[in-house]
């Protein structure tokens, strides 16, 4: 097993999707669970990743490719994350916030969500606190997930949450929010309902505010 996990953390170290996706669907094949591949083996190597950056020794392209190749074993891994919910029990509108194009993390906390049980209306990468309200708007969700990766954009958090109240839709609506540099003191300082540090959390998180 540790053979198959360093291969798999090595693929994203390189970039190399062929060479995760190849050794992840041999984990799953020699019955490796899914929560072990992404968390003993990809979640580090992208931290490494994100280290290597911080020291000068990747630049953008490598980020790039390092995340394709995450995003090539996620999709491996996400119908083994996602149990089957024959009936939804609310929707959620996930999004990185205005500025920011990370999705990692986000699509992990839409899998998890979905896994829990709830339909996602995934908005992507850079959306605005009026594209946010206008999915809501739209779907009548009952929960909004907001990603920031970046301290710089973190700021777009409270500017949604304004958006919802100057829309009036405020009151019908929880407002969740994560992502590296958020913590649960911002989550309370801006007013959000709900805060968590991982994806998993998170759908226990959205769980707790519709029920
Ligand atoms: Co960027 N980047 N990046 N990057 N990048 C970081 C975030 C950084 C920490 C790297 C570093 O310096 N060490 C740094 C931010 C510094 C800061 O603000 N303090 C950084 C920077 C500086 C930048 C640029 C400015 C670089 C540049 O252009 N000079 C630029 C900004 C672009 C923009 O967004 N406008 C940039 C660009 C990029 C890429 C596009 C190349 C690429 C993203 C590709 C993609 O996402 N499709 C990228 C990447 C890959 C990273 C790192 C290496 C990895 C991020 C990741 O996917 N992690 C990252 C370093 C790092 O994180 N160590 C870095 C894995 C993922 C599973 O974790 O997203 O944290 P994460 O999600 C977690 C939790 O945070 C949580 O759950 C997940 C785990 O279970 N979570 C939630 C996330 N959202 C949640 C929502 C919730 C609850 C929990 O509720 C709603």
Known sequence: MDVMLKKIYQGVLDGDMDKVTTGVQAALDENVTAEAILKQSMMGAMAEVGQLFEDGEYFVPELLVAARAMQGGLQLLKPFLVAEAVEPIGKVVTGTVKGDLHDIGKNLVGIMMEGAGFEIIDMGTDVSPEKFVEAVKKSG??????????????????????AFEESGLRNTVKIMVGGAPVTEEYAKKIGADGYAPDASQAAKVALALVS
Do not use: D, E
Not at 141 to 152: E, G, I, K, P
């Open 141 to 162: 969700a009952q929960v909004v997930a907001l990603s920031a990766l970046l301290t710089t954009t973190m700021a777009n958090m409270p500017n949604t949450i304004k």
